[in-house]
C-alpha cells in the first residue's frame, strides 16, 4: 500500500507572510458568454481562459483525469486538458480559500476551505455538519476509506469523514502542554493545529502539528513522537511538522532531512498519549536540512521539496533540480505526485511580493505549467 499525504496549508510561521495578487481574467479573440457546471464565464469555442492564481496550495488529480487547484484566497480551478474553469463564494463556495482536496472511494470530491468541509459535486458544494455526539472529540477510529482533514487556525484538532458523519477529534495532552501555555497563553493559535496529515505504508495516521512534533494513531493509540529540532529551527523559529513520509526501508523522514526515524518492532506498544518507541538514524551526507513536502515515486525515490529546489533521493545518491521564475529562484510550497506518476509543484509568495505558480516535471526539470500547452 502506497503511503500518501495531505498537505495543509496551515501557518508560515517562520516565512514572511504571503501576499497575495488577483490573477487577471485572459480572454480569447472569439468570445461568447457561456455557462459552465453552473458558472458563468467567458468562453471561446475551444476553451475557458482562466489564469490560474499562483498562489495554489492544494493539486489533486480526480479519477477522471481532471486536475483541480485550490488558491488561498482566489477560489478552485478544474482543468480538464482543455479548458481551465473557476469556481469561487460568487458560485456557492464558502470560501475562496481552499486548503486541501480529495476524494472519496466513488469519485466524489471534498474540499476543505477556509469555512467548513463540504462536498463539491456537479459545480456545487455541500457543505457537511461537523457530528456533535456526546463523544465528541474522542471518535477516533481508523477505516481503510475515512478521509482525513486538518482543523482549522487555532481549533488544534482534525476531522475524519467516515461516508457519514464528520466528527471532529482532539489529541491527547501533551508533555509540553503546560509549560508552552504558561509561557504563551495568549497566541492566535494553538501548538496542537496540523500542518500536514500522512498516512503511512501500513495505513497508521501520522499528524504534524505547529509545535508538539508529530502524532501517531495506529487505531488503537495516539502516540507522540517529539524532539525539538524537528519543530524549532537553530536560529529560533518555530518550523513545525511540515512533512512526513516513510520511505523504501519502512523509516520515516520527518521534516528534515539530517535523520530518519525507525519505530521500534518489539511488540510494546505505548498507551494513549505517550511517546513512540522509536531510534534515530543518520540522514543525508548532504543534507539540506528542513523539507516543506515530499512524495514518492513508482520507483521508490523521495522527492522532497526545501524553499528553493527539489531533491531526489534513491537510497545512495541526491540530485537537486532547482525551480525558477525567470532569474529568481522560486519559493517552492508542495510536491504532488498525480495519477500517472507525474510531479507537480506549487511555488507560493514565501518572502516575494507574489509567487511563481505551478510547475511540472518533463523528465529532467521542473518548467512552468501553461494549460495551453498542456
Known amino acids: 500500500m502506497k503511503g500518501y499525504a495531505i498537505l495543509t496549508l496551515g501557518f508560515l510561521v517562520t516565512m514572511a507572510s504571503c501576499s497575495e495578487q488577483r490573477a487577471p481574467m485572459a480572454l480569447a479573440q472569439s468570445e461568447q458568454v457561456g455557462r459552465v457546471e453552473g458558472l458563468s464565464v467567458t468562453e471561446s469555442a475551444e476553451s475557458v481562459q482562466v489564469e490560474i492564481s499562483k498562489d495554489i496550495r492544494s493539486i489533486f488529480q480526480d ?28 458560485n456557492g463556495l464558502p470560501s475562496n480559500r481552499i486548503t486541501n482536496i480529495q476524494s472519496d472511494k466513488s469519485g466524489t470530491l ?3 476551505t477556509g469555512k467548513g468541509i463540504g462536498k463539491f459535486e456537479d459545480g456545487k458544494f455541500t457543505p457537511i455538519p461537523v457530528n456533535k455526539g456526546k463523544d465528541g472529540g474522542n471518535e477516533w477510529k481508523l477505516e481503510k476509506d475515512d478521509l482525513w482533514f486538518a482543523g482549522r487556525d487555532a481549533e488544534g484538532g482534525v476531522y475524519r469523514y467516515d461516508g457519514e458523519s464528520l466528527h471532529f477529534l482532539t489529541f491527547p495532552k501533551h508533555k509540553l502542554h503546560d509549560e508552552y501555555f504558561s509561557q504563551s497563553p495568549n497566541r492566535s493559535y494553538s501548538p496542537y493545529d496540523v500542518y500536514t496529515i500522512y498516512k503511512d505504508k501500513g495505513g497508521n495516521m501520522w ?10 494513531f495506529d487505531g488503537t493509540s495516539l502516540n507522540w513522537l517529539y524532539e525539538k529540532h524537528l519543530t524549532e529551527t537553530p536560529e529560533g523559529g518555530s518550523f513545525g511538522i511540515r512533512s512526513v513520509i516513510e520511505d523504501k526501508d519502512g523509516k520515516f523522514w520527518i521534516c528534515n532531512t539530517r535523520y530518519r526515524f ?53 537510497g545512495k545518491q541526491i540530485k537537486k533540480y532547482p525551480v525558477k521564475d525567470g532569474e529568481d529562484d522560486a519559493f517552492v510550497y ?14 507560493t509568495a514565501g518572502r516575494r511580493e507574489v509567487g511563481a505558480g505551478l510547475y511540472r516535471f518533463n523528465g529532467e526539470g521542473f518548467e512552468k505549467f501553461v494549460p495551453s500547452k498542456s
Not at 207 to 216: E, L
Not at 272 to 291: A, H, T, V, W
Open 110 to 112: 471534498f474540499l476543505n
Open 262 to 314: 525507525a519505530l521500534d518492532k518489539s511488540g510494546f506498544a505505548p498507551k494513549s498519549g505517550e511517546e513512540l518507541k522509536y531510534s534515530r538514524e543518520p540522514g543525508l551526507k548532504d543534507d539540506f536540512g528542513y523539507f516543506l513536502s515530499a512524495v514518492e515515486s513508482d520507483d521508490g525515490d523521495l522527492w522532497m521539496v526545501g524553499e528553493f529546489g527539489v531533491w531526489r533521493f534513491g
Open 207 to 216: 499528524f504534524g502539528t505547529t509545535n508538539f512534533g508529530v502524532c501517531r
Open 63 to 90: 479519477a477522471d483525469g481532471n486536475y483541480w487547484f485550490g488558491s488561498s484566497d482566489l477560489g478552485l480551478y478544474k482543468y480538464d486538458r482543455k479548458k481551465v474553469v473557476r469556481y469561487s463564494t460568487e
Open 334 to 347: 508542495a510536491i504532488y505526485k498525480d495519477n500517472v506518476g507525474g510531479m507537480w509543484l506549487s511555488a
